[in-house]
Structure formats: structure tokens, C-alpha cells
């Protein structure tokens, strides 16, 4: 009552709001009237304080949201005036609240944070599209701070003019990418200087190995002067080392040569009946030494294939020697090719143990040298050279257990000139 009755007083107009029952508001205006009397004025603004009242609240929550945002955040006005922020963005910069309270130019936030990242032209990329007015497009950067932090930002115009940055730490990140990086070519230069130092040594070692192996046969000569038998007996195992030490250095020059992709196929056409027969005729003295026996088994149609014939003959004679030490005596070892639509198979297979399921992928590695069932076992290079060729060749091998007992194995050698280029590459 009392404020009506200073209404009826009042010289100016009184404002007031009138909270109704229903949750409707009503906004009051009493005019006095110069003759006398009030006359008021009222409106609904029921719908407009809603409206004010949701976008209050979704203001606070969209600065709650910035604040739990582990990156920095801050969105600038189309007049290129800072609009909003996290707490993340000033901690990341190290500035306070205060400073940005007038709302600062892009320019004043960058002279701000210039302390921290020192003269960087990837500030002046944020403000060029932070003032742009057309072609307002967006912008991905990486700042390395003078204080040795590295953030991956971005700038992001938005539909009303403005522009979005963001900025997230990710030192740690980088430092264990860069690590990895050195680590990795610490790896490479180390395997590099392994390799060059097999090839080199196994060079120079085969120098003297050959002078020794040369002395062995001339010392087996008859015009150098008889040998009694035990001399005889020794003079055969020096021969027998000396080739095994060569055949080693061989294998382990031809993997240092792989190893370092210099490995070049001479590429010709092979006879298949023709390299089974040389390939028989090289084993034909472990077959002796052992007494098992070698059947030759090529198709009619085998005809023949283009690849490198020395390869060929050293994967064939890698896989017979390993199925002969296996066989035992008075066993045979077969030796057989034949032709498919693409293909060219060639199959080992001996009257052995045969080998574990577990150890089939495992015997193609290197130095693994267990023989499976086998009466002997070298250092482990052959089958991984076997699967080193075969791979230059464009083909594959595999090894199994064969049926009715004994081990195979089969090397599937491309017809196709597009395969054998592309191992090639």
C-alpha cells in the first residue's frame, strides 16, 4: 500500500516487477499524470525472462564444460576480442584472469603470451585467422616454447564470425616419438655396421681358408709322397672341416648380402631335369657317407622355369642335406618337380622322425639348429637361406610332416614374370 500510494507522489515513472502466481511475470510501469491519477503499463516478459534464464544457464555450462577440457581454450569475437576461456588456458600461458578482463585484442593476448613462446610466426597464423573477414580458413600448428614444451594447435572459425584455438600439450608424446626415432636409427646404423663387419670378416676369412683347403688336396696328391693311414684318416677331416667353415662363411656372406638388400637374382632359364641332376651329383658323397640312397622323381611336363640357377641348386642342396641327416641309413630321400597352371613345385621329402607342429615355422629361422630327429645339426643358417632365397624368387616354402612318416618340404617357385619382379622390388 505504502508503494502505491507513493506512485499517486511520484513526479517520474516507477518501474517494477510483478512475480504472479503460475510462474508468470509481469513488468509494471506507473506514469503520474499531470491532471491527476496513474496510469499503468504492463507486460508479459514471462517468455523473455525464460529464455534469459536458459541461456544464463547454458552459459555456465559451457564455461563448466571449458574449464574440465584438459586442452586450452579461447574463443575470440569476430572484433577480434578475447570472448572466452578455461582455466586451462591460462595455466598453459601463465596469465590471470585479471589481464583478460577487459576482453583484450588477439594482438594484446599474443603480446601476453609472447614470454612463454618468444617470437613465433605461429601466432601470427592465429591472428590471421582470428581478424580474417573471407576465406576464413582453418588453421593446424605446432609450437615448440621456449621453455622446451611442444603443443599441437588449432584455430577454427566458427558460424558467427568468431574463431576458436585450441591448444594441448603434448610434450611427453613427442619426447617418447623422438626417442623411439633415435632409438630406431641407433637400431639401423648398428645393423648396418653388424652387416658390414660379416661381410668384411667373412671375406678376409676365406683368403686363408682357401690357401688350407688348397694345401689339404695337394698334401692327398700322389707326387707329394705317400701317406700312411691314420695320415690319410686325418688329412680327410681337415678336408671335411675346412669345406663345412667354407660352405658356413658362404652362408653367412650371402645373409649379410640379404640382410643389406644388395642381394641380386641372375635370372635364366633352368632345365628342371638338369639342375635335379646337378643337385644330386653335389650330395651324391654325404649320400655315400651316410648310406641313403636319392630317387629323382621329375614330371614329364616339368619342362622348365626361369630363375637363378645357382640359388636354385643351393636351396635344393640345403634341403636334401637337411632330409639326408635326418633319414637313417639304408633310407631314401626323394627329390621330385612338378608343374601346376602358375607354378613350379619342387618337393624334399625324407624317411625320418618328422618334426613337431610347434617346430615347423620355427626351424626357418635363424640358428635354430635342431635337427629334427636328425643324427646331426649345423648352426642353423640353411633353412633360413632357403626361405631367404625362395622369397627373392617370389615363392614360398613350407615344411611339414609327410604322410606315411618323414618330413617334406615344398618350395612353390611363381611362373609369372610380374611375380618374381615384384619380390624383386
Request: aromatic share 6%; charged share 20%; glycine share 10%.
Amino acid at each position: 500500500r505504502d508503494q502505491l500510494r507513493e506512485v499517486y507522489r511520484a513526479i517520474e515513472p516507477v518501474h517494477d516487477w510483478w512475480h504472479l502466481p503460475g510462474g508468470q511475470m509481469l513488468r509494471v510501469v506507473a506514469t503520474p499524470s499531470a491532471e491527476g491519477g496513474v496510469t499503468y503499463l504492463f507486460e508479459d516478459v514471462s517468455e523473455h525472462m525464460a529464455l534469459e534464464s536458459r541461456y544464463n544457464a547454458l552459459i555456465r555450462i559451457q564455461g563448466e564444460t571449458l574449464d574440465g577440457l584438459a586442452e586450452a581454450v579461447a574463443v575470440f569475437g569476430s572484433d577480434g576480442r578475447l570472448n572466452l576461456y578455461n582455466h586451462a588456458f591460462l595455466s598453459l600461458w601463465s596469465l590471470s584472469a585479471q589481464a583478460l578482463g577487459d576482453k583484450p585484442h588477439i594482438d594484446a593476448v599474443a603480446a601476453m603470451c609472447r614470454p612463454v613462446h618468444g617470437e613465433s610466426a605461429e601466432w601470427a597464423r592465429i591472428r590471421t585467422v582470428v581478424t580474417a573477414i573471407e576465406q576464413r580458413n582453418a588453421e593446424l600448428l605446432r609450437l615448440e616454447r621456449a621453455d622446451g614444451r611442444v603443443l599441437d594447435g588449432a584455430a577454427q572459425p566458427l558460424p558467427d564470425g568468431g574463431t576458436m584455438v585450441t591448444f594441448r600439450d603434448i610434450t611427453d608424446s613427442v619426447k617418447v616419438e623422438r626417442a623411439l626415432i633415435e632409438r630406431n636409427e641407433a637400431l639401423e646404423a648398428a645393423d648396418m655396421l653388424k652387416n658390414a663387419f660379416v661381410g668384411h670378416v667373412s671375406y678376409h676369412l676365406r683368403t686363408p681358408l682357401n690357401t688350407l683347403i688348397g694345401y689339404a688336396h695337394m698334401l692327398g696328391e700322389p707326387g707329394i709322397g705317400p701317406l700312411n693311414a691314420r695320415q690319410g684318416e686325418f688329412l680327410d677331416h681337415v678336408r671335411q672341416s675346412s669345406d663345412t667353415l667354407r660352405a658356413l662363411i658362404d652362408d653367412i656372406l650371402d645373409l649379410a648380402t640379404i640382410d643389406a638388400g644388395t642381394m641380386a637374382l641372375d635370372l635364366e632359364d633352368l632345365n628342371v631335369s638338369e639342375t635335379l641332376g646337378a643337385v644330386s651329383e653335389a650330395v651324391r658323397d654325404l649320400l655315400a657317407e651316410t648310406g641313403v640312397s636319392l630317387a629323382i622323381a621329375a614330371a614329364e611336363d616339368s619342362g622348365s622355369f626361369v630363375a637363378d640357377g645357382r640359388r636354385v641348386r643351393q636351396i635344393l642342396f640345403n634341403l636334401l642335406s637337411n632330409a639326408i641327416a635326418s633319414s637313417p641309413r639304408g633310407g631314401t630321400v626323394t627329390l621330385s618337380a612338378t608343374r601346376a597352371a602358375e607354378s613350379l613345385i619342387l618337393k624334399v621329402q625324407d624317411q625320418g622322425p618328422g618334426i613337431p607342429d610347434d617346430m615347423a615355422d620355427a626351424l626357418f629361422e635363424r640358428f635354430e639348429a635342431r635337427a629334427a630327429g636328425g643324427n646331426r645339426s649345423g648352426v642353423g643358417l640353411g633353412l633360413s637361406i632357403v626361405r631367404s632365397f625362395m622369397a627373392l624368387h617370389g615363392g614360398t616354402v613350407t615344411l611339414a610332416n609327410a604322410e606315411g612318416g618323414g618330413a617334406v618340404a615344398v618350395c612353390i617357385f611363381p611362373l609369372s614374370a610380374s611375380r618374381r619382379d615384384e619380390a624383386a622390388t
